[in-house]
């Protein structure tokens, strides 16, 4: 008597035998099971936010380059028109939000600059440093 063969000693269609789940322990991973290689960060909330948004929203709206000629010129203004409160508590949060983006690409942090944080105004890395430098020093 022939012994009955079992699905996973048959043959697949490309001639390579199944693998048995069961005879193999590693798991396995579809590629949209697959980790990244960092998980990404929870969304932004403008509630996370309030003071950084409200300085987005009234310093980089969209005749920005016009009013102030350059964002470090926008931030200049903001430190001379806000009180000593004001500037620490935009300080203090844009380094949170610099520190929940660290390592993401430029195009993505603009779309949360621009989107639930309300500025108009489209940074570049060097951008992003010169405005990190101006709210230290304040």
């Known amino acids: 008597m022939t012994p009955k063969r079992r699905p996973e000693d048959e043959p697949s269609r490309d001639n390579r035998p199944h693998k048995n789940p069961g005879r193999d322990s590693r798991p396995r991973l579809s590629s949209r099971d697959a980790a990244p290689d960092s998980p990404p960060p929870p969304p932004v909330?403008?509630?996370?936010?309030?003071?950084?948004?409200?300085?987005?929203?009234?310093?980089?709206h969209q005749d920005m380059k016009d009013e102030y000629g350059s964002p470090e010129e926008a931030v200049r203004e903001f430190c001379q028109d806000a009180s000593p409160k004001e500037r620490a508590?935009?300080?203090?949060?844009?380094?949170?939000?610099?520190?929940?983006?660290?390592?993401?690409?430029i195009e993505a942090i603009n779309r949360i600059l621009t989107g639930p944080l309300g500025s108009s105004y489209l940074m570049t890395d060097e951008d992003l440093k010169r405005i990190s430098a101006l709210l230290k020093t304040r």
């Open 89 to 105: 508590e935009v300080a203090r949060e844009w380094q949170k939000f610099l520190d929940h983006t660290k390592g993401q690409a």
């Open 45 to 60: 909330s403008a509630a996370d936010f309030p003071a950084l948004r409200s300085f987005l929203r009234g310093y980089f």
